[in-house]
């Protein structure tokens, strides 16, 4: 039973993950908060412990090449364990869906829009996301090369237009905070942007790569989103320096503070234009795989009759995620690594290994009794 | 999605009212063998149109014989002398059989290359109708539709829509067969097929599809066929009407039949693996698929040098986005986000503004609409009077509009730009003119975020489009022949056909003797 | 509240209108309670009641029973 035919290409999967990586690369205050002028090292740090994870993930796609994360769950662990296990996904990717949207709206009424209700922004999107949902995964990913592309060429541009503000006295003084402060940040790397890596599990059987390649282009993937974040948070320190610490959107005010002979200024739209787009992208996605694992929950049909209904949840969900950003930035630097590592790591690696220890999927159907 | 259930729907619906009646008109009956009625029989269908002409002779020693045929749609030489001297002046015809008396007539005494023969009333007056002669003699049951068609046509000239400074300079006519021969004189390989099939219950409409067998994918083709041979109309006046028949987003903003009305640009696309329907009496040839880029790809580029034409082609991308979002922008920009604005542009936007007694958008709103006003007047007008038009329009009416505090000055030069940008791209010129309002409320209600959802939304919408199968806007994704989609690289470049258009006969060259480099 | 009642009725005309012809009970009886989920959600905030978030129960979870949150 596949609901959706459609398959993705290997270039759209590859930067799929690149531009997921990239949407979180916006809002890095997570852990910049935290290791300040060192956050660079927490990223390369946090790239590194994250492809375990990843290594995981290519373990059960190769075992389980046309299944997605509810079959597999249903497979692994008989229909009553599995349910439970995938009702956990499910909120959680819910809960993401939620909060990307919160995260957008919030930006768009802060910065752009001061005096339109939340309501009609976020209403705005999700409307567009539930039409891209119900055309299937192809369209929602077909897009991924030029928002890769997009969000790059903004990253590099800046670079160079920040150039004169840069100075590589911020980087000054290094490895110079508690040991506990790195450990966090890595953790929180690993956990929000790359962790957040588990929903591709869901994608699994609409891939058109063979299953031992997968590894590889979702390696790819992950490197050129990983450099991205890298990029931009070296950028930020060199130009925000010690400060970085206390701004909610460290890349924001970077590009505030663009300045080319005062000719080229106000460049900050520009981060407003990658936000939403690869926000778009990264909710479409997403509410995608929440629709599906909830079509595939319930052994349904048709996943099409879900999508507005389950939209509707999403909004009323991400007014209600957290009553506060400041409640927000401390679940996340906190507490939400915790919760996010027990789905994102924890739960698959118990997959695997059970997958292993009862040697499934048996190889032959008519073989096995 | 919900447009297609809507349509569906509508089209189930409409079906099912007009149940399958099909007019029977009493032509499917056979002749009879005696001249008379027969005549009697066809004056009463053709009724007393005075363009029918029946001339009735008598030949050999005891034959009654008649032509009937329609003055104007035939050549009176040819009749003359291949139908009725031969005939009349030859003694050998006797009475003894039938069958072989007529084909013997046919074979040996009528000089002409395309003659049917035929027993039905049906193919006789079909065929009188579409410029042929018909031969009736008395006492066979059979009769000779012989092909005399001949009438006056428009000659080739330079397309009007289409002028080029380098390159081909003929044009499309009206006429089927002219057409045909324009497009078999370029493209000789034994290949090229053309199907025929007449359309329209009432106007009989010659049609044909060209394609070349191997290249154009086999699905493609069958999938035309099918629209077309279920296409029941009355009238088939203009290609358009076929190509709002077989279309397959026929709500879409979007143009996913292309046409064009030089043979050139036409015998290209069908060497890319397109297909070709031309129509009688239109000089718009139609190419389906069509692809969103070839909006953006004039015959001219393929003949100026590659670096200028890729230049152009971004160039042509460029004014798009200009001719869509210059007046969203700035209404954006004026309500919303002042802030990104210099201070001194700022000022001298307010300064204008002063007076305007009118929102931003209702401002834009008053100056795109009497733009596409002028516009259409423009071009309905005769000539002389529409270049009147142009200057009334544009000189008197947008300097009296500023000068008078209707609108800003900021805004006409706006719009000016937009609409000057949306005449690079011919083809688009009605997407973007709808896709301008849409995204100016847009940019009124949620500004600049508005901005970027209404260019997700037109993303979106382009990749769901797939006429026929192949992705309306697949370049983006780089699978669909990379070379020629934002910039047009050498020929010698591209090397082969778009992959998603072309099935089987994939090479456009296989060798090439590149350049000598002289420095080794 | 009126505008949650508007939506609910476009959301009811687009999905269970496919399901008049076609005999799938299960699957509308399914998308009838999301549906009626995301309704009682929808009525609920518009009517100012506060509901509860199980984001900020998990995180008193983990960092009053488990004792494990970074401070």
Known sequence: MILDKRKISRTQFMFSVACFIQSSSLLTSFFTSITKQDSWIAVILGSIVSIPTLLIYSYIMKKFPDKNLIEIND?????????????IYIWFFMTLSAINTKDLGEFVQKTILDNTPSIIIVGALLLLCSWTVRNGIEIVTRYSLLFTFIATTIVISTVFLTI???????????LQQPKMAYVRATHIISAIPFGELVVILMLNPNLD????????YLLYGFLIGGFTLLLVVFRDIAVLSKTIEIFLLPSYETLRLISVYSTLSRVEALFAISLIILMFFKISVLYYISVMGIAYLFKMKSYKPLVLSIGVIIIIYSFIVYPSIIAHMKSGSETAPFGWLVVESILPLITAIVAKIRKLPEQKKGMSS | MLFKFIMKKIVAWQNLNSSNHKIDNGLERQISNKLGENIEFIKKVLGGSNDIKIHEFIFGEEFEGAIIYIDGLVNNTEIRESILKP????KKINKENEELSIKEIQKSIICSGDIKRSDMYSVLIDGCLAGATILLINGFRKGLVINTGSWEKRAITEPQTEPVVRGPREGFTEDLRTNTSLLRRRIKSPKFKMENMIIGRKTYTNICIAYIEGLAKPELIKTLRYRLNNLDVDSIIDSSYIEEYIEDYPLSIFATIGYSEKPDVVAAKIL??????????????????????????????????????????????????????????????TTFHQELLPTTFLFSIANAREGTPFPAFIEGLIMVISFEILREAGLRLPRPVGQAISIVGALIMGEAAVSAGIVGAPMVITVAIAAVAGFIIPDQTDSISILRIIMMVLATVLGGYGLAIGFLAVLIHLSILEPFGIPYFASIKFTRDKQDSFTRMPLWIMKDRPKELSATDVKRRDTYVPPDNKDD | MRYVIIVFIIIAIVDLSPFSKKDKRKDFYITLMIMMIALALSSLYALDIKIPSPVVGLDNFIRNVLKIAYK
């Open chain 1, 209 to 216: 790569i063979e299953p031992k390649k997968r590894i590889k």
């Open chain 2, 87 to 90: 005939i009349v002046f030859n």
């Open chain 2, 272 to 333: 890319e693996g397109r297909v070709g329907i031309i129509v009688d009496g239109s000089p718009f040839v139609l190419t389906a698929p069509m692809l969103f880029v070839e909006g953006f790809q004039s015959s001219e580029d393929y003949y100026v040098r590659a670096v200028y034409a890729s230049i152009l082609r971004i160039m042509r991308f460029f004014a798009y986005f200009v001719a869509v979002y210059a007046v969203p922008l700035f209404i954006a920009l």
């Open chain 1, 164 to 174: 004169n503000q840069m100075e590589m006295d911020n980087f000054l003084p290094i």
């Open chain 1, 75 to 87: 497979m692994v662990f008989g229909p009553i364990i599995g349910k439970i296990f995938s009702i």
